[in-house]
């Protein structure tokens, strides 16, 4: 199969099309507004629906119609689209309906500006709307993710009848690198819950709204457990010379780019330095934490924020391993160098404290 | 009943298809609804499961059921059920629609619902003319919320949150949605009418199976506002409330045809079947890379930063450069600056070519920095490592760049892109030098991403021409390094 160069904002259109999605409705945003383009462009030449809405309230909204009417649908945004769209995303977990949403991040709050940070961690993986509802959210790092994790983000939300959030910063969305597309999918099935016009499907009811007390506790005792199942079999990560890392670079997307090259370096140097790559941010993949800590001595989260992924490491640590954070914020990037140096402290402090133990 | 009257009038009872015969969904008291005596959603109820029934389509009709009292319709409608976040039924209908051409969408909403919270997606839906059929109850106050001012109250009349009356100088006027929906192109259908009387009755059931039919035809949007009642926040009695929307409602909001344009109208086109090959759609169809033969050198690791105005070709000469890289079975990354600076007029980006997977396609020590004018030279100058390359369009460095562990082809290239025959392939003369001082990818690989990338036969000759001359001016003799001034 031949590799080809793309963008990867229009990856994952491309790669939407041949997992089988035939909708797409959306509103411009910088910088995911290339996906919206792209989609306007083949959507209509493959026979599905490309609709820009009014706001990105309306757009979330028809997705919960398109959804509900049984066919694979996707949007695009950035983080102030994204908080709009939080009420339409809680009734989607609500009332069951599958959909992807792809999350290009960019700097907060506010305004802030265009360029790449990681704050929509929060509003995102915590799930911002209202009620006890997560979204499965998926952390592409290269292009060819881009388009892998948008095939497995339709399947998951098809699975788990629940938004699932495809969350890539800027960078990953506006760079161009080889990639080879899977093949299109069969072409899905109806689902048996859909409300589709038909007298097949004329019984069927998609709502979010349980009057009864218990009714509404047993419904989302139902999606704790979907959750649950998610945790058990969906959590993805990728590790790098992690067997006999002492420091474990933590870090998603782009970061997770970086955090490569330094620890490459690093291990040229010498320092057992690994990194741990979370692909998935929910389910969060706490366990490859517990495990590599029996070993590690430090882990070392690198983010484009102020810390948010920062709290689900310490909470996968709980406590057993210190955890050192670097931070960029407003747009800027952790320089490799920067990365590096930091690193050297760590492990510099580390053989410090072990001296002082040796001679307690 | 007395036998007398019974034998005098005939008991026409009877109970729509559309309607399911015991209502299941609910919790309890499954025999009758959920809404209060006098309230008008039971008649209006009635007068659109009568209309699926008489237009024969209710195994096609999907029913949004929107945020208020009617949010339970599922309950009654035996027909396809979606029920919507508050103001949000119209664009829920329009996908619904939009996805399921066949389907027969009534999108069904109250007065809070469509013409507060969900006033942009009405006023959108009815813009594009979306093939849906809305059915606006009208009864000028929030019920379900327990008597909040809407939009639709009248002057004068007192709510929860207006508790001396609706004043215009505080909360503006009653607002009339469906003469501000007539007001646009697209709406085939809109009219008010009210069910005080039989015979308003009659009429309102015309206007809302009309509504419907129009979309069984492919006609368009269609909207009909029907004044209601709500004797139990309004605090009346049933028939005073008939009497209130009779007497004091149609002041304000007078019953009849507003928009009717249903014999000019045309029916909807049905979207195009999906194309058998999916992947020429998507220009991603298997092709064969022009792998001319191994690159030179085993190991391959170039780091380029290439830097210059807006309208210097930029971020193509980076492209061309990652494309023949993959051209020559390479693997690239192509990361383009974006952002504030590619609105202020200056660009960058950072091109990887390497034998081995690429890890940070971030380019901060880069092997080669292309600088297409003076304020990039000076940008990435002292990033270059020692030992790399400097190609600068002009035709010395400027006095303050003095490194000497460099190696630097200063030119005027776009200069010499003029006298070549197109100031505009300045560009490419440097990826032209670029390619000849890294010897990173085969010429050939360069020739192929041209081919792919450049459309046109005139521009392909200019810049075959350019990177040719590009490829010469680094083959003269390299210079010491010139100083300006």
């Keep these: ?360 | 009943m007395s036998d007398d009257l019974e034998m005098q009038y005939e008991v026409a009872r009877s109970r729509p298809e559309a309607f399911y015969e015991r209502f299941d969904r609910k919790d309890e008291l499954q025999h009758q609804t959920h809404y209060c005596p006098g309230c008008g959603h039971g008649i209006i109820h009635k007068m659109v499961a009568q209309a699926i029934d008489e237009l024969g389509i209710q195994n096609r009709t999907i029913l949004i059921s929107p945020v208020g009292c009617s949010v339970f319709a599922y309950y009654y409608f035996d027909v396809g059920n979606v029920q919507a976040a508050h103001g949000r039924a119209p664009a829920v209908a329009t996908a619904v629609k939009r996805s399921r051409s066949q389907s027969i969408v009534i999108s069904y909403q109250g007065d809070g619902d469509l013409s507060a919270i969900g006033s942009a997606e009405i006023l959108h839906a009815a813009n594009r003319g979306e093939n849906i059929s809305v059915i606006f109850v009208n009864n000028a106050i929030y019920s379900m919320t327990g008597g909040q001012v809407a939009p639709t109250t009248l002057l004068g009349q007192r709510s929860t949150t207006t508790p001396e009356g609706r004043s215009a100088e505080r909360e503006g006027y009653p607002l009339r949605v469906s003469e501000l929906l007539g007001a646009l192109e697209a709406p085939v259908y809109i009219e008010r009418v009210g069910i005080g009387d039989n015979k308003q009755i009659a009429q309102a059931y015309r206007a809302v199976r009309k509504a419907i039919e129009n979309q069984v035809r492919g006609l368009g949007f269609s909207l009909v506002e029907i004044l209601s009642t709500c004797p139990t926040i309004w605090k009346m009695s049933p028939v005073e409330s008939q009497r209130w929307v009779h007497d004091v409602m149609e002041k304000t909001f007078p019953l009849g045809l507003i928009r009717e344009r249903t014999k000019d109208a045309q029916p909807h086109e049905t979207p195009a079947p999906a194309p058998a090959d999916l992947r020429k759609v998507l220009g991603i169809a298997d092709q064969a890379r022009i792998v001319p033969h191994q690159v030179a050198k085993s190991a391959t690791n170039l780091q380029v930063r290439v830097a210059g105005f807006g309208g210097q070709g930029v971020l193509l000469l980076g492209e061309i450069l990652a494309e023949a890289g993959l051209n020559a079975g390479l693997e690239v990354s192509w990361l383009p600056s974006y952002g504030p600076e590619m609105r202020s007029g200056t660009s960058n980006c950072h091109v990887r070519i390497s034998s081995e997977p690429i890890d940070s396609p971030l380019v901060t020590r880069p092997d080669v920095l292309v600088a297409m004018n003076e304020p990039s030279l000076h940008k990435f100058y002292e990033s270059v490592p020692p030992g790399g390359w400097v190609l600068y369009n002009r035709d010395a460095m400027p006095g303050e760049c003095k490194r000497t562990d460099l190696n630097v082809l200063a030119r005027p290239f776009t200069q010499i892109a003029k006298d070549l025959g197109d100031a505009r392939t300045g560009n490419m003369i440097m990826l032209g030098a670029l390619i000849e001082c890294t010897g990173a990818v085969p010429w050939q690989s360069v020739d192929a991403a041209l081919r792919q990338m450049i459309k046109s036969e005139k521009w392909l000759e200019l810049d075959r021409r350019a990177l040719a001359r590009g490829r010469e001016l680094m083959r003269e003799p390299v210079e010491e390094a010139v100083h300006e001034g």
């Design chain 1, 1 to 360: 199969m031949s590799r080809h160069l793309i963008k990867g904002n229009e990856a994952i259109v491309k790669a939407a099309v041949l997992a089988g999605c035939r909708g797409f409705y959306g509103y411009p945003i910088t910088p995911a507004s290339e996906i919206t383009e792209a989609a306007a462009k083949y959507m209509p030449q493959v026979g599905g629906v490309f609709l820009q809405a009014e706001s990105e309230v309306a757009a979330i909204n028809m997705l919960y119609g398109a959804s509900a009417a049984g066919v694979r649908v996707m949007t695009a945004s950035s983080g102030p689209g994204i908080s709009l769209m939080q009420e339409g995303i809680s009734y989607m977990a609500g009332a069951e309906l599958p959909c992807v949403v792809a999350d290009i991040t960019r700097a907060g709050p506010g305004l802030g500006n265009i360029t790449s940070e990681q704050s929509d961690y929060h509003q995102v993986v915590k799930g911002g709307g209202h009620g006890n509802y997560r979204t499965l959210v998926l952390a592409p790092h290269s292009v060819q993710e881009m388009v892998d994790l948008t095939v497995l983000a339709f399947d998951l939300a098809d699975r788990y009848r629940n938004p699932v959030v495809l969350m890539a910063d800027g960078f990953i969305g506006q760079m161009m690198e080889p990639v080879e597309f899977p093949q299109a999918v069969t072409e899905p099935a109806l689902p048996r819950w859909a409300v589709a016009g038909t007298e097949a499907t004329r019984t069927n009811l998609i709502s979010s709204i349980f009057l009864d007390n218990d009714k509404l506790e047993a419904h989302i005792r139902h999606l704790e457990a979907k959750y649950e199942m998610a945790r058990r079999h969906e959590t993805r990560a990728e590790e790098l010379y992690t067997e006999d890392a002492e420091v474990v670079l933590v870090g998603y997307g782009i970061v997770a780019r970086i955090l490569k090259a330094v620890a490459a370096e690093a291990r040229a140097d010498g320092l057992r330095v690994g990194v741990l790559r979370p692909i998935t941010l929910f389910p969060f993949p706490t366990a490859d934490f517990v495990r590599i800590a029996t070993r590690a001595k430090v882990f070392v989260v690198v983010e484009m924020s102020n810390g948010q992924m920062l709290e689900d490491v310490r909470l996968a640590l709980n406590g057993t391993r210190p955890v050192e954070f670097l931070s960029r914020v407003g747009g800027n990037v952790p320089s490799h160098h920067e990365v590096l140096a930091f690193v050297q402290k760590q492990v510099q402090l580390s053989a410090q404290s072990e001296e002082v133990v040796h001679v307690g």
